[in-house]
Nanobody
Framework: QVQLVESGGGSVQAGGSLRLSCAASGRAYVMGWFRQAPGKDREFVAAVSWITNSYAESVKGRFTISRNNVEHTMYMQMNNLKPEDTAVYYC??????????????????WGQGTQVTVSS
């Protein structure tokens, strides 16, 4: 397991942009973002492994995930934000090298979460 620290959340108006960052204490095969809105289950947003990336349909074309493997850091640029993107965003990571859909990957490290609020 690795320790994860998120940053970059905040409040913006619809159509605005935010960039989330996640710093890991060590190397991870997969790093991803999940979010949880009030009263809803946690849902997959996006993830990046050493070889591929994956996005939820609801954010494709608006969010871009990237990582710096030297610094063990992951980023997510969020553009054209919508009120329905409002949630606590959690960074997740896992070290097991397996072939599986990144939305279903067995993440075993989680950050504390960062709030993203989008107003209409």
């Amino acid at each position: 397991q690795v320790q994860l620290v998120e940053s970059g959340g905040g409040s913006v108006q619809a159509g605005g942009s935010l960039r989330l960052s996640c710093a890991a204490s060590g190397r991870a095969y997969v790093m991803g973002w999940f979010r949880q809105a009030p009263g809803k289950d946690r849902e997959f947003v996006a993830a990046v492994s050493w070889i591929t990336n994956s996005y939820a349909e609801s954010v494709k074309g608006r969010f871009t995930i990237s990582r710096n493997n030297v610094e063990h850091t992951m980023y997510m640029q969020m553009n054209n934000l919508k009120p329905e993107d409002t949630a606590v965003y959690y960074c997740a990571a896992g070290g097991k090298v397996i072939e599986v859909d990144l939305s279903s990957y067995p993440y075993n490290s989680w950050g504390q979460g960062t709030q993203v609020t989008v107003s209409s």
